[in-house]
């Protein structure tokens, strides 16, 4: 069976899925938090612009991680929950094309909630700009559509982490440990000179000065790649 007939069954196993639920909801949630905190807002002026830019904020620090941990693990638990390895892993081309399949949707989900998000923040500052006399200005939406595409590619490296982990274990307790463990690691170190080079505050250092934008992208997105290999080599040998 060829990659592209594995790339259709996963997109098949999306249909009313918890892994597609949660694609909508965690954009969503922040898009919906920045728009009532904007509604709650006394200040004398609210700059739509800040508006946008405080939906990628929140997404890059804590949503996008913890999404990105929940969507490992019930990607994994597809197979996981009823042992379809066992018979996944001995049809003939399953190695390593169930895997990269699977990595590949992944990434496609990731791409698509920050479209979701781009577009749910368009709408809020939009909202906003009509039930608020003191909003100005708009949300910039090329700006913000490129500081979510980059977020995307940098998060690479710590989607491909988790979902190896997830699939490693039969277990979805070791891949939540994991994400949780580096997302509160993540929250202690992103003032830290080191945090650069730590996978849950790439997509962070976006919003960072432009040498470390530089180091988000390249280490992201190699790195990724790089883990994509590794875990590909490493789940092939495991035994149906």
């Not at 190699?222 to 590794?230: D, K, M, R, T």
Request: net charge positive; glycine share 6%; aromatic share 6%.
């Amino acid at each position: 069976m060829m990659l592209h007939r594995y790339l259709i069954v996963e997109i098949l196993k999306l249909r009313r899925s918890l892994a597609l639920l949660l694609c909508l909801a965690a954009p969503s949630c922040v898009a919906i938090l920045n728009l009532l905190i904007g509604l709650d807002s006394e200040a004398p002026e609210i700059e739509l612009a800040r508006v946008g830019a405080s939906c990628a904020a929140i997404w890059s620090f804590a949503m996008l991680p913890l999404a990105v941990t929940a969507l490992s693990v019930l990607m994994a638990q597809m197979e996981h929950g009823p042992r379809s390895w066992n018979h996944l892993l001995t049809l003939p081309g399953a190695r390593p094309n169930a895997f990269l399949a699977k990595a590949l949707v992944m990434l496609v989900l990731i791409a698509a909630m920050s479209a979701l998000l781009w577009l749910e923040a368009l709408g809020a500052t939009w909202l906003l700009g009509q039930l608020k006399p003191q909003a100005t200005g708009n949300a910039e939406p090329a700006a913000l559509a490129l500081t979510l595409a980059k977020m995307a590619v940098a998060s690479m490296l710590v989607a491909m982490l988790q979902l190896w982990v997830a699939l490693r274990f039969r277990s979805f307790v070791p891949p939540l440990v994991f994400g949780i463990a580096g997302t509160f690691v993540a929250i202690g170190a992103t003032t830290a000179r080191q945090g650069v080079y730590f996978p849950w505050l790439l997509a962070v250092n976006i919003l960072s000065l432009p040498e470390r934008q530089s180091i988000a992208l390249w280490l992201g997105s190699l790195g990724g790649a790089a883990a994509l290999l590794a875990m590909l080599v490493h789940l092939s040998r495991r035994e149906a």
